[in-house]
């Protein structure tokens, strides 16, 4: 029966990548056993509660395999059926290319871009550890599950499964298991040509624990190597298990070919006589069914735990209605009446700061009214400001608030995902501006998962001054703004930065990227009114009575735009300022609020320490862009101002030309 239901696994996904002409057949195949048997001896989940708060989570790096997640997910009684399978890569369906989450039940997290499926499963590894360590009581273990991955040749070349896999070792995370795909071929062929590291040595020197040399087609010799893992609580597991890639087809098993191509409907045939598999493609036998099938398991386990639970909510009341508020997604009670108080105390202040530390300021206020509020920066933390009076820095096995990702920008934001998916903590990463380059790939993942992660960014301009060009961001912000269902924040002052800090705590279907400066910024006065529509993205800073122009500017360059102001005032030419501290917001507000801010007809400046084309979609080819479209220089930043024409001179200037 084991080797059939290894099978099952090994059909389902030849029979759909044949009807759509199109996937991976060769990783299921040769991860087969290794999926049956974790599925059916050690995963704890629910099928009829794809969210059960303490389930096991499955994480499918190689994501290219993604046939083998939907044989199981349908195999084992989620809401996943035949015919979903036969849908496979098409328009529409539940069984995209590569998994997504939120497209089907039991897909813990989008995959596909190799190596950061292993860094999200750090970040569900870590968030279960932090909430254990926080809530679980003497016999009350609320929080106690594991993280499971599958990977392959490819995710650990990518070098976001060095900066990963070194992170969990440091930290000790425990409950992460992998199981490690070693078939020796990639899409170009055998790998000894370009991959010849020897990988448990390699994670044996990151502090995991390492089984090696498991047989990857015999479910005992898995088993055993499983339950070797789960014993082992101080250090996470790399199980390496030996495959065939392609494994069950008649002729080509072993194969580069079978990787990313159908095998061809003589193949699968001859393969199921091969495999004594006598069934027509996508027909499962009802013992098999029965097999794999886990909902009364899964139902009986969250029964289980939901008794545990409500002794634990007689014990203790306070931390079960915390524990059900952060996994229900909940904001705190009263949280806008606190983001309100700190702001009249932000406007008493006017204080003028970087906003670097106007964000320190306002993490400090958001740690004190959510506890849930994980922080983090990639070394950079004296630089970013990113750590507040009572953080607590997460160590190997403990727990805390704020954590030490060390030179990793890619793994950290790639984890911050993880740990937002996971739920229960509220995570966010920080680096410089400029390493959002390191990270790009991490950042799209986020806002194509419609996650609320958000990531900081600090010496975001030319601003940073001496460092040079290799530190001052260009084109980054620019880009940023790019990515399909990011926000990206780039506030001016103390009032605007704990806005943004709010606006991306209250987000709910996008990630935010909150850019921060080095240098001092002066602080703006604004009406209640004003400070209203700050969380719009845009809006009049200065508006008079018969504007002949609009400047538009964002961050450090407010003041610049202030200053302009007044002086074309003593000129007589009146023109409003707006404050565009979010363009991806304002761009999500009705036509009527867009035209209140930005008339039809009037000319329009606007003024960024960046690229300038992105301004043409709001002042047009008649308007003007005062930016910087080439690298910057070393020297001080109010001479790098000076010297790139990012002065309040040639903002008047602008506006008389557009006129």
């Not at 006598?278 to 909902?295: G, R």
């Not at 750590?387 to 805390?400: H, I, R």
């Not at 509220?426 to 419609?450: C, I, W």
């Not at 043409?616 to 862009?625: A, I, P, Q, W």
């Amino acid at each position: 029966m084991a080797s059939q239901l290894a099978n099952a696994i090994r059909f389902l996904s030849m029979d759909a990548v044949q009807q759509a002409n199109s996937g991976h057949p060769g990783a299921p195949m040769g991860m087969a056993e290794m999926a049956e048997v974790l599925w059916t001896q050690f995963l704890k989940h629910n099928p009829n509660n794809p969210k059960f708060v303490n389930r096991d989570r499955f994480v499918l790096s190689n994501g290219h395999a993604s046939m083998l997640l939907y044989s199981m997910l349908h195999l084992t009684g989620y809401n996943l059926s035949i015919d979903d399978l036969k849908q496979f890569r098409q328009l529409h369906s539940k069984t995209p290319g590569h998994p997504e989450y939120g497209y089907t039940d039991g897909v813990e997290t989008t995959t596909g871009p190799l190596g950061q499926g292993l860094a999200n499963a750090v970040g569900f590894a870590l968030a279960e550890q932090l909430l254990a360590k926080e809530f679980n009581q003497e016999q009350y273990n609320i929080v106690d599950h594991h993280t499971y991955v599958f990977l392959g040749d490819g995710c650990l070349m990518e070098g976001i499964s060095h900066e990963a896999a070194s992170l969990a070792g440091t930290l000790g995370l425990g409950k992460l298991i992998v199981l490690y795909d070693d078939n020796g071929i990639s899409i170009d062929g055998k790998v000894d040509g370009w991959f010849t590291e020897n990988i448990p040595e390699r994670f044996e020197a990151y502090g995991w624990h390492v089984v090696s040399n498991v047989n990857g087609h015999d479910t005992s010799a898995i088993s055993q190597a499983i339950a070797e893992a789960k014993s082992q609580t101080t250090k996470p597991t790399i199980i390496c298990c030996k495959t065939i890639i392609g494994q069950g087809s008649a002729n080509k098993a072993g194969s580069h070919k079978t990787h990313g191509s159908p095998l061809g409907n003589d193949e699968i045939e001859a393969s199921r006589a091969a495999c004594g598999w006598s069934y027509p493609p996508f027909s499962i036998p009802a013992e098999i069914y029965q097999a794999f099938d886990a909902k009364e398991a899964g139902e009986a386990l969250e029964a289980k735990w939901n008794e545990q639970f409500a002794a634990y909510q007689t014990a203790y009341p306070e931390k079960a209605a915390e524990f059900l508020r952060r996994t229900q997604n909940q904001l705190p009670e009263h949280f806008d009446q606190h983001i309100e108080a700190a702001l009249t105390a932000f406007e008493g202040k006017a204080e003028n700061i970087a906003t670097r530390k106007a964000s320190q300021n306002a993490i400090e206020i958001l740690a004190e009214i959510l506890p849930e509020l994980v922080g983090g920066s990639a070394d950079l933390t004296p630089s970013n400001l990113t750590d507040w009076k009572n953080a607590v820095s997460v160590t190997a096995g403990e727990g805390g608030n704020y954590i030490h990702y060390g030179v990793r920008e890619f793994a950290m934001c790639a984890i911050v995902n993880g740990m937002t998916v996971h739920g229960g903590v509220r995570p966010f990463g920080s680096t410089f501006l400029m390493f959002s380059e390191y990270a790009r790939n991490a950042l799209r993942m986020a806002a194509l998962m419609k996650t609320n992660a958000i990531f900081v960014f600090t010496h975001d301009s030319i601003g940073v001054g001496e460092d040079g060009p290799t530190h001052q961001p260009i084109e980054q912000t620019a880009t940023l703004r790019m990515i399909p269902n990011m926000a990206v924040w780039r506030p001016c002052d103390t009032v605007e930065s704990l806005v943004s800090w709010s606006s991306a705590i209250k987000a709910t279907d996008h990630p935010s990227c909150l850019l921060f400066s080095r240098q001092n910024l002066p602080f703006v006065t604004r009406t209640k009114e004003q400070v209203n529509n700050i969380q719009k993205g845009g809006y009049t800073l200065v508006a008079t009575k018969a504007p002949k122009a609009v400047i538009l500017a964002t961050g450090s360059e407010i003041h610049l735009a202030l200053e302009a102001q007044k002086l074309l005032a003593e000129e007589n030419i009146d023109v409003n300022v707006v404050s565009m501290p979010s363009t991806n917001l304002f761009d999500r507000q009705d036509k009527n609020y867009q035209q209140s801010v930005l008339p039809k007809g009037l000319p329009r400046v606007a003024v960024e320490a960046g690229v300038t084309d992105f301004w043409r979609k709001y002042v047009g080819l008649e308007g003007m862009v005062i930016g910087l479209d080439h690298f910057g220089e070393s020297a001080p930043a109010d001479q790098l101002f000076k010297e790139f024409g990012l002065t309040t001179q040639n903002i008047v200037s602008a506006v008389k030309a557009v006129l």
